[in-house]
């Protein structure tokens, strides 16, 4: 595993691009966002489709990111992940997860199943605010 330091405002991760990695919130407080609508804009000038989804801090959360693009046949992070503060983010390189499941096939158990109850949680809030978004999109199309 490695250790890095972000600075503030800093990006860790971008939506769409390639990870190989999970990455664990060790210190200080990021702000995961998402695109809410399809890309149309040809030239992406003032894209402004992402919006924040949460914030998490260390003081109150052990977290981790980036698992998503673990199982994903593209390899394509799901989500931005920004510094609000200047953070230390720990990285675990999905090659080396695998090399642990393979070395050890109960600890290796035992990070699936993790990671499969992370994924499920992120789905099933992924899931309510699909139908928020399309609760508030009804209400605005029959007022």
């Known amino acids: 595993m490695s250790i890095k330091d972000f600075n503030k405002g800093a990006t860790i991760i971008k939506e ?16 995961i966002s998402q695109a809410l609508t399809l890309n149309t804009i040809k030239h992406k000038i003032n894209d402004n489709r992402e919006k924040e989804l949460i914030r998490i801090h260390s003081d109150n959360h052990s977290f981790s990111f980036g698992e998503v693009s673990l199982l994903n046949t593209d390899k394509k992070r799901a989500a931005t992940v920004k510094t609000n503060s200047e953070c230390i983010i720990a990285e675990l390189k999905f090659l080396d997860i695998f090399s642990i499941c393979e070395q050890d096939k109960s600890t290796g158990y035992t990070i699936m199943k993790n990671i499969g109850t992370i994924i499920t949680k992120q789905l099933i809030e992924s899931n309510n605010r699909v139908l928020k978004l399309t609760t508030a999109f009804s209400l605005i199309i029959d007022g």
């Open 16 to 31: 769409g691009d390639n990870g190989d990695s999970i990455l664990f919130l060790i210190k200080g407080d990021i702000s």
